[in-house]
């Protein structure tokens, strides 16, 4: 088991991008001793936070082809 403190605890949802309302939140459950509610937060967080790098990725996808298809073209 990792032992974190609250100060810990803060700077590693910082750290993750949480915004002072979700930090909020996840201490009040803290305090509740309500972990089941916690880590459905920090879950629902993450799913948010991968949707979005899945959303970039595309991005990144389609940019890398357009980059292919215009050296392509260069070279003909």
Request: contains cysteine; hydrophobic residues 40%.
């Amino acid at each position: 088991m990792v032992a974190m403190n609250a100060e810990q605890m803060r700077e590693c949802l910082t750290d993750a991008g949480c915004d002072e309302a979700l930090i909020g939140q996840f201490e009040a459950l803290r305090w509740s001793d309500r972990q089941k509610d916690q880590l459905r937060l920090l879950n629902d967080y993450r799913r948010q936070l991968l949707e979005r790098i899945h959303a970039e990725q595309k991005k990144l996808d389609c940019l890398d082809y357009l980059l292919y298809a215009v050296k392509s073209n260069a070279s003909v």
